[in-house]
Structures are given as C-alpha cells and as structure tokens.
C-alpha cells in the first residue's frame, strides 16, 4: 500500500506565501506522475498542478505563474510552492500519486492523501 501524507498547509494573508509538500511511503517501486488537487466548499475537486517522471509540468489555469510544482524522486516527494495567494485559493489541498508498488503485473494505481487546509484570508 502507498500513503501520500501532505504538509504544509495553514492559515496566510492575501498577497501572501505558502509551501506544501507530500511525501509517499509504503510499498513503492516507481511513481509516475505526482501532482496536487483542490477542493473548496461547495465546489468540485479540481486540478492545481501535475508533474510526470520526467519533469513536465501542468498547471490550472488559476494558478498559472503564481504556483510551483516540483518533486524530488529520491525522497517520493512533490512540492507546491504557492505565491501571491488569493481569497479564492482557499480550500482542502491534496496530493495524488501514481505508484506501481512491485507487485504483481505492472499497473500504475492513483493513491491520494488526506488533504490539508490552505487557507487565505483577505
């Protein structure tokens, strides 16, 4: 099984600056993509960023030059680095991985984490 734990997440200012990063434990034996999704209430889950094994990166476009994705294959890790932060960031930030854990044919499976808050007051 493969755990993506977020951290990061909290309470900052409009205007404001703010790093989450997710870390994969478990049963890993390659990631594929990585990337972070969002959910504010009442609204549905949505793409923030996304990054494949190779570096290529995708991003929404609310948050085009204002956040960055990033990873660290030795560490299992992705990291969102989020600049000039707006009311409307605010939401349930989570951490999607796709893991092949070694066993049994190769597939890779989607594994999410719990979410973390980000919130952005005025």
């Known amino acids: 099984q493969v755990q993506p734990v977020e951290s990061g997440g909290g309470l900052v200012q409009a205007g404001g600056s703010l790093g989450l990063s997710c870390a994969a434990s478990?049963?890993?034996?390659?990631?594929?993509?990585m990337g972070w999704y969002r959910q504010a209430p009442g609204k549905q889950r949505e793409l923030v960023a996304a990054?494949?094994?190779?570096?290529?990166?995708n991003y929404g476009d609310s948050v085009k030059g204002r956040f960055t994705i990033s990873r660290d294959n030795a560490k299992n890790t992705v990291y969102l680095q989020m600049n000039s932060l707006k009311p409307e960031d605010t939401a349930v930030y989570y951490c999607?991985?796709?893991?092949?854990?070694?066993?049994?044919?190769?597939?890779?499976?989607?594994?999410w984490g719990k979410g973390t808050l980000v919130t952005v007051s005025t």
């Open positions: 478990g049963s890993i034996f390659s990631i594929n993509a």
């Open positions: 999607k991985i796709q893991a092949y854990s070694g066993y049994g044919p190769l597939a890779y499976m989607d594994y």
């Open positions: 990054i494949t094994s190779g570096g290529s990166t």
